[in-house]
Structure formats: C-alpha cells, structure tokens
C-alpha cells in the first residue's frame, strides 16, 4: 500500500490533486492512500462531493474544462472550454460554477454538462492571469482571484463589481471567513484581509515556514475551528523540493505535514473529508 509521511499530529482524510500526476488520491488518518483516480488532465481544484463523486478542473489532456464523476470514474458532468480553466465549485441542484479565464468570465453549468448562465468577470489583463479561484458565496455574490491585477473583486449576481481588494502577487486560492474577513494564498504567503482591504494577519515563506521549501501556495482549505490546511505545489522544476501539504493554526504553528514524493509531485490542491469552507 501506497504511504505518506506524515508529520505532527492530527492529520485529517482528505483527497488530493496532482496537477503533474493527474491522479486523486485520498488518505486515510495514517497517510495511507485508499483510493487512486485518474483525472482527465492537469487538475488544480477539487471537491468530494457528500454523494462520494469527485468534481475537478482539468487543463490539458481531453480538455480544458470540468468534470464530475464517480468513484468508478463514470463521467456525470463534463464541461468542456477553449478558456484554461483553472477552477470549479459544486452549486445546488447538481450545477457547476466554472471559471473560464480566457473568456473572462464565470460559467454556470447543468448537470447535463450544459451552459446556462454567464457572469462576465472585470479585468486588466487577459489570457493565463485573469483568475485563478472563483466562489460563489451564500448570498449570490461572487469572490475571483486576479493575479493579474494584483486584486480580488467581489462581484454581483450580474458580474457588477461591488469591492476590489488589493493583494500580494501571484495569487490562487481566496475562503471567506465567518467575519466576513478574506483569507488568501499567494506565492510566497497566506493572509488576511478584512473588509476594508487591511491585511491583518499573514504567514511568509521566509518567517514561517523556513526550511519547507515554499514554493508556490496554490489550494488552501479553511477549517472549522480556523486552522488552514495549505499545498506547496511543486510544478516549474521543483518536484521533491519541498513539502507539498501543511497545516497551520491561526497562532502561526505548523500543526503537520504530508509529503509522498515518491508517487505524488505536484499536489495542487486539498478537500478534507466532509469540509467545505469552513464549514
């Protein structure tokens, strides 16, 4: 059986996704891998569904786009788009939010596979650095991740901008936290902002996380008592130079680790078994 090293304790199920790979792979409590998918191409979002299906995005390989399957890798939805699609996020009613960077734009999928509705996306730049993460929250707003315009914009129902947040650069991943303040992932850091765009905490890879071989903070899980649950992903050369998943506390304390150079290069990102943003 395929093993982990884990450090620290109280490491959590979860599922991974290896953008080099492109493979699932889900760890029990002791890093053991229970289960392996292969993935339509390079993934770099993920969600096990409470139904056991996997939704991902994929670039590359059949297709830039989306795709839900089941545990057998039946396909349930696929979407396909000529954008790099760098992000997806499970609706009601089995719908899919897809972020379509080179069209600019947020699209919502049926179970069918289906474009029903788009949500046009503001931007300074185009092509590869439009976006990276796109959420919709609770109340129908919006929450997309610019790396090239340095921003997060809060979008309406209708793609109207209702906040911009300046950020570090080089940015991927953003959770809503149940104070309304944003936290993030970029490069070389995680933070958080609130409401007025005030960074008010942050962890760097030079002060706190030395000697982990940071590379690049791309997905990031919020738990719900508020610790973060992030992937150094190891792509541009650096596989088996770092460790790719740490866990972290509110406090700054790395809490553990998980790193599996031998069969996992690039995770690029995490679903902790049975939670979704913090909840």
Known sequence: MKKATVSGIGFKKMSIIDSAQNMIFTFNEEGEVVYELKTAGAGFDLWHLPNGNFLYSHLYGIGHGISVVTPGNEVVTRYLS?????????????????????EERIAIVSPSGKLEEVIPVKTGVHGHEVM???????????LVVQPGDKMIRRLGSKGEVLAEYNTRADTFAVVEKKNGNLLYTAQTAVAEIDSDGREVWSMTAEEDFKDMGIHWFTGMQLLPDDNIVLCNWLGHGRQGTGVPIIAVSPEKKILWSLSAPDFTKEPANIQIEGVFDGK
């Open 82 to 102: 000529k954008s790099e699609v760098f992000c997806c996020q499970p609706l009601s009613d089995g719908y899919v939010l897809v972020g379509e960077l080179t």
């Open 132 to 142: 990276r993460v796109a959420r919709q929250l609770s109340n129908g707003d919006y």
